[in-house]
């Protein structure tokens, strides 16, 4: 198994080799800043710094993997995973430092832009392309009651799956857009479509996992052979998912900045407000309790992040604390593979 914890390794240097690429110009390791500070020397540094670190430390964690075979691979894992946290975390806090000490918004005008037409014209999620995880969840259930398996644990984590994809669905397409207000109508066209792709590759990716969760119930009752092409089989719809979304995420970069831009807008004399001082651990954590949005945009990384100044945030994160404490004591049963 060594081969599988050396591609864990690869996969992990370059899921956080690509973040610093991914993300915004304007937001260069979660730092709020102003455009035309984006080729500013400390931050080319801190870059090189955090790319180098990448690379030295997918090197010794391959070396420890294969040559130091008493030392867990997943601790090693977990200690890689950690190690480049503090890496962004310390690119972080250089290029603030630079900000705060040489004032890059000092003479900037700060504004901030609303899309009233996502209100008006919203981008609804198509509901369409639920239709296969819904037919695949009646189908596992279906199967389950005409082999009288009694074990229905796939079926609920099939509904379960179809539950939260929705919920999720419709929270993303009322999030606080990302609009930049240097080019307020260029960056609202980007958001738009990333946003289009986003549900689509949400809603189409429920069917995946539900396919997945089929053949997995189909070796729970016994119906097929646990072998290693039905394994692969069940595996690939998972693996097609994560593959698109690894190329969406490549094509449109954080909040669909690297989506072509339409038309020739010229830019405005504003710069994006600065609000470093509602973001915490090196633009992880949002917390901000005027803030009516209970979802946002992360900084570092993609894809959204609780408010943790809304009430709301705090009733979602308890949910998932006593699911999490159901599960381990036995309460929650998840599906499993049989032998």
């Not at 977990?78 to 806090?93: I, P, T």
């Not at 307020?184 to 969760?213: D, F, K, M, Q, W």
């Not at 994160?317 to 309460?331: C, D, H, K, Q, S």
Request: with cysteine.
């Amino acid at each position: 198994m060594t081969w599988l914890y050396l591609a864990l390794i690869a996969f992990t240097a370059a899921a956080f080799g690509s973040a610093p690429a991914l993300a915004r110009p304007t937001l260069p390791f979660g730092v709020r800043i102003p455009a035309r500070r984006s080729g500013e020397a400390v931050i080319l540094l801190a870059r090189r710094r955090y790319n180098r670190g990448i690379g030295v430390g997918a090197i010794v964690a391959c070396a420890v993997v294969v040559f130091f075979d008493r030392l867990a691979p997943e601790i090693v894992l977990l200690v890689l995973a950690a190690a480049y946290s503090l890496l962004g975390c310390l690119a972080h806090r250089s290029i603030a430092a630079a900000k705060r000490d040489e004032g890059w918004y000092s003479g900037t005008r700060q504004a901030v832009t609303a899309d009233t037409s996502l209100r008006a014209d919203p981008i609804r999620p198509q509901w369409i392309l639920l239709t296969p995880a819904v037919v695949l969840a009646a189908a596992t259930a279906a199967g389950g009651w005409f082999t009288d398996a009694g074990d229905f644990s796939t079926v609920f984590a099939q509904v379960l799956l179809i539950v939260l994809i929705s919920l999720m669905a419709v929270a993303i397409s009322r999030a606080r857009p990302e609009i930049d207000a240097a080019q307020p109508s260029a960056s609202a066209s980007r958001y738009r479509e990333y946003l289009h792709g986003v549900l689509a590759l949400l809603l189409i990716s429920a069917g995946c996992v539900n396919t997945t969760l089929l053949v997995v119930s189909l070796q729970l009752w016994a119906v097929v052979e646990t072998t290693v092409p039905v394994t692969i089989v069940a595996y690939l719809p998972l693996a097609a998912a994560f593959i698109a979304w690894i190329g969406f995420t490549v094509r449109a970069g954080d909040a669909g900045h690297r989506l072509p831009r339409t038309g020739d807008e010229p830019e405005t004399r504003y710069e994006q407000r600065d609000d470093d001082r509602h973001w915490y651990v090196a633009g992880m954590v949002y917390l901000n309790r005027n803030d009516p949005a209970l979802l946002v945009h992360r900084r570092v990384g993609t894809y959204w992040t609780l408010n943790l100044g809304h009430p709301i945030a705090w009733v979602v994160l308890a949910a998932i604390a006593v699911a999490g404490v159901l599960t381990g004591f036995g309460v929650i049963t998840l599906p499993e593979k049989g032998t």
